[in-house]
């Protein structure tokens, strides 16, 4: 008896064994691509380049191509950014920069175009030219981009309807696409540039016929203005029409959605599925509604918005992790997707206005209020110029798509027999074949965000085609949670055929003696490669090939820097495949130096330029890079920095040190600056606006004891808000919230303390309604105080608040002025209208302005950095925030220059022409309200309920940069 247990031990282990889930894939007959019936432009370079498409896929020259797209805002970047940044798009394996020209960056004023400076459109395509990167220009009108009007200027909303065949909309228009082409015309692909599409409109809903031709009118603008390009898209979204054939479609996902209304935890989002191919129906369901669109089987599947981040708005504060990003794009690009275009990818800042801040918000009555300057959109490369961890992964997917997409873009998508039943489906594998019949590619994202998902331990994979049917591989493998892999079928490789690999390809180097392949390993999946034997001569690795009558098969490879698998293959030509881990895969960037391919593994960002390696890296005084082929005799090193050249395995390691930098930062409370009393006002107005104003009694106006708030409500014209500046000066008794057109601009306030609040950003061109909520905690609460309204170089005109402005109580039913007489000569407000009724509205936004202004119940810290300003291997320096707050305000000289939202994430801030000043920056943390009705995803929202307005560490990081140059042979 005592042997018992152990048999039944030996009984049942079969049965307690992992059981194999095989997925299996029935591969139909696949539709030869027909050519597209769209209207293309001058397609032909003076070189004789030309670019085509057909209903499939888009072709250069012939070949199949695979568009890898990353917006970039150049207005949003500052000029001696630009080429670091487009460098680090090549190195990131973009080959196309899509871009907005945002209209009120240029004529923001009627009349008076700005293409200067970051402005400058022309030098920007000329630089993406000299630096051989493709140029999709998005032109709009309407752009949307979270900026102000969606791009429109200010003045043209005053002058006419907009989005319509409206003359005088129209007229406008052409003016400036007159003036895009000006810039651009040189630069486009039939005169030799690199501009190869434009993007007509955004978000516009074209189903009908007169939508049609706005959008068939807005192009032939553009053309007759110069643009002339081989490609024209405009988004899928929100509808287009069935008969168009001008327009290339272009879809979208994104991780999340801040511009959803509510502040819960959003669902899962289905993106994350293998599927027929859709759009995202929440994207622009802000402007216009949910739409769900499907894909056009009469056009390449093709995305401009794939969300490379998101930017938070201040009622939705997501934080987006690399791979809620990268695992859009595997499960995009498995689903049947010819082309990834991402917004963002590199995130920028928001320029300044001569008149007005430029970022969306509620006081322009668009849905959502965005940071002032802050347009990082948690993107691959930041607002400043560093890079995130969605970064190496994106390369490593691009990576493929740029030296495989030509193989994949003739291949369509074949779906499993078992699929998950849904989102909340985290026990299925999360699989799809990229098959053309005889090739392809195993697609795996076995991600979901807010999703729970489990280890499948044991899976195969079977593909049954008209050619047969093969099993692989070998032994089951895992798919852990978060996997994300790339595996061939049938991959040719030379005249080599690999039959299936467990590993991913990466790149591939071109030599004339020999061709390098370079895979990853894919974590859970032991590593494996089977070829045609009989398309394999003189197989060698580490371990010994295994032989069957078909397969030659290369297993328990230890990926790293020696895992080298080398052979002949049927033609006689040299092969050798490198297995790397899935580390030093992210670390991975293929360069081109002096004619020959290399790759580079690196923890620094590399950039390539005129045969010329640079590494930018934060904090680390080291930069190690393990380079292959070896750069061997010809390079020279950076002369400052001590290097060391090394054989590591296959590689050559190459490491360059130099002397540590460390800066400081002294951070101290801010002086308390003191509003000046209510009988010096004019002297503070005098000083800001250099005119003499007088000044009027004012007296309190007080609530009845029994309410538990008042409303006070007026509303003004200003005629032209560029021309005007208004200013509300009051000493509240209780809490009191102002707002301005439905944007909060104060909440708090102290007892008989003045409080000056600068209206003018806030103001619009018509009805200006104004609101003051007064609480009356104690029974007794008044507010006194008076509103301002300057025009330059005219007296201003002064109104106290009184009776007549008193409204309601928060609780009544109906809202109507009380009776009396009116002493302004302003203009009723319309209180029934409830979008004037501030309260009701989710979102405060930003309460910070343009200038310092010290804001009730806010923090302010002096911040004076200590840095050694001579160091010139330095390129820059990062000053990181950690703090706990509703937003903070990064101020130099009192103007403002740079903010954000606080979602969690440290606030980096590239310190760029400003690193070497002396000059002290003055932080501006507003506080967090308790029920503060925004959403933060965890653990940030429990953070924020133990933290209301703190500076946990201020820091100053630098950026080393070192140089390898080839000498010229």
């Avoid at 630096?131 to 979270?146: K, S, T």
């Avoid at 959605?257 to 899962?268: F, I, Y």
Wanted: hydrophobic share 40%.
């Amino acid at each position: 008896m005592k042997h018992l247990p152990i048999f039944i031990l030996f009984f049942l282990m079969p049965f307690l064994q992992a059981q194999t889930v095989t997925l299996r894939f029935d591969v139909a007959d696949q539709p030869t691509p027909s050519p597209a019936s769209i209207a293309m432009g001058t397609a032909v370079s003076p070189g004789g380049s030309v670019f085509s498409l057909n209903t499939h896929h888009l072709s250069r020259d012939g070949r199949p191509w695979y568009p890898v797209m990353g917006e970039m805002h150049f207005s949003r970047v500052p000029r001696e950014r630009w080429e670091s940044t487009l460098l680090r798009m090549k190195s990131g394996g973009i080959n196309t920069v899509a871009t907005y020209v945002f209209w009120n960056h240029h004529e923001e004023v009627e009349g008076v175009f700005d293409w200067s400076d970051f402005r400058d459109l022309k030098a920007f395509v000329l630089l993406c030219q000299q630096l051989d990167i493709y140029v999709w220009l998005r032109i709009g009108p309407w752009c949307h981009g979270e900026v102000r009007n969606g791009g429109f200027p200010d003045w043209l909303l005053r002058q006419t309807k907009v989005r319509g065949k409206h003359p005088v909309f129209m007229d406008k228009v052409q003016r400036f696409y007159r003036e895009i082409a000006r810039q651009v015309v040189p630069s486009l692909w039939k005169n030799g540039g690199s501009i190869i599409g434009v993007q007509i409109e955004n978000e516009f809903n074209f189903k009908s016929q007169a939508g049609l031709d706005y959008m068939l009118a807005l192009k032939q603008m553009a053309v007759d203005a110069g643009m002339d390009v081989p490609y024209y898209s405009v988004t899928s979204w929100p509808g287009t029409h069935p008969a168009q054939r001008d327009f290339l479609l272009m879809y979208g996902a994104y991780p999340d959605a801040p511009w959803s209304k509510g502040t819960d935890r959003l669902k899962p989002r289905p993106d994350y599925l293998f599927r027929k191919l859709a759009n995202d129906p929440t994207i622009g369901a802000d402007q216009t509604g949910a739409s769900k669109i499907e894909a056009n089987d009469r056009l390449p599947y093709l995305s401009a918005e794939l969300g490379g981040g998101n930017q938070v708005t201040w009622h939705r504060r997501p934080f987006i992790d690399s791979l809620d990003c990268v695992a859009l794009a595997y499960t995009m690009a498995g689903s049947g997707a010819n082309g990834l275009g991402y917004y963002m990818y590199a995130g920028g800042v928001n320029p300044m206005g001569k008149l007005t801040t430029l970022e969306e918000n509620k006081q322009t009555r668009y849905p959502n209020d965005y940071a002032l300057m802050d347009y990082d959109f948690q993107s691959p490369i930041g607002q400043s110029g560093q890079t995130k961890p969605s970064y190496r992964h994106m390369r490593l997917l691009h990576a493929f798509l740029n030296d495989f997409g030509a193989s994949l873009a003739t291949t369509r998508p074949v779906f499993p027999d078992k699929m998950p039943l849904g989102v909340d489906d985290g026990s299925t594998p999360r699989c799809a074949l990229r098959t053309d019949g005889q090739s392809g590619y195993l697609f795996v994202s076995h991600f979901q965000r807010y999703g729970q998902m489990q280890e499948i331990p044991a899976v195969q994979f079977q593909v049954n085609s008209g050619t047969g049917s093969i099993t692989f591989p070998r032994r089951p493998v895992a798919i852990a949670p978060n996997t994300l892999a790339v595996l061939p079928l049938n991959m040719m490789m030379g005249q080599s055929r690999l039959r299936y690999a467990t590993v991913q390809p990466v790149c591939r180097l071109d030599d004339p003696d020999i061709t390098t392949w370079i895979f990853t390993a894919v974590d859970g999946m032991t590593p494996e490669l089977a070829f045609d034997r009989r398309s394999v001569r003189k197989l060698k690795s580490v371990d010994k090939p295994i032989y069957d009558d078909t397969l030659a098969i290369v297993d328990n490879i230890r990926p790293g820097l020696n895992a080298v698998i080398s052979w002949v293959d049927a033609q006689g030509k040299k092969h050798r495949a490198l297995v790397l881990t899935r580390a030093q895969a992210l670390d991975a960037t293929k360069v081109a130096l002096a004619g020959r391919d290399h790759l580079v593994l690196s923890n620094a960002d590399v950039l390539v330029r005129d045969n010329q390696l640079t590494f930018l890296q934060t904090g680390n005084p080291v930069i190690q890079a393990w380079v292959f082929p070896s750069l061997g005799t010809d390079a020279e090193f950076s002369s400052q920095a001590t290097y060391v050249s090394v054989r590591d395995g296959a590689f050559e390691r190459i490491e360059l040190r130099y002397p540590s930098v460390t800066g400081s930062v002294a951070v101290n409370p801010a002086p308390e600056r003191q509003r000046p009393p209510l009988s010096d006002l004019p002297n503070w107005l005098q000083m800001k606006e250099g005119i003499p104003h007088p000044l009027a009694d004012t007296r309190p106006m007080w609530p009845r004891g029994d309410i538990d708030s008042c409303m006070v409500l007026t509303s003004f014209d200003v005629g032209d808000p560029g021309q005007m500046r208004a200013y509300l000066c009051l000493v509240p008794d209780d809490e009191t919230e102002v707002w301005c057109n439905g944007h909060q601009l104060l909440r708090g306030g102290k007892n008989s303390v003045i409080t000056t609040i600068d209206l003018t950003p806030a103001l619009v061109s018509q009805s200006n309604a104004l609101c003051l909520r007064v609480f009356n905690t104690h029974g007794n609460a008044g507010v006194q105080g008076m509103l301002f309204l300057v025009r330059p170089g005219e007296s201003a005109s002064f109104y106290p608040i009184d009776s007549t402005w008193l409204c309601h109580s928060l609780h009544a039913a109906h809202f109507s002025p009380l009776d009396g007489p009116r002493e302004l000569t302003l203009t009723p407000a319309k209180v029934d209208d409830r979008s004037q009724l501030p309260w009701l509205s989710a979102s405060p936004g930003a309460m910070y302005g343009r200038h310092f202004n010290p804001l009730p119940g806010a923090r302010a810290w002096t911040l004076v950095p200590s840095i050694d300003s001579s160091v010139t291997y330095v390129n820059d320096w990062l000053l990181q925030t950690r703090y706990v707050a509703d937003a903070a305000a990064l101020y130099c000289n009192d103007l403002l220059m740079n903010d954000d939202f606080w979602y969690g994430r440290p606030w980096l801030i590239s310190l760029g022409q400003h690193f070497r000043s002396e000059t002290p920056f003055v932080l501006q943390l507003t506080p967090l309200h308790e029920g503060a009705p925004f959403f933060l995803d965890e653990p940030y929202a429990s953070l924020s309920r133990r933290h209301s307005c703190d500076v946990m560490d201020v820091a100053l990081i630098p950026v080393y940069w070192g140089e390898i140059r080839l000498r010229k042979k």
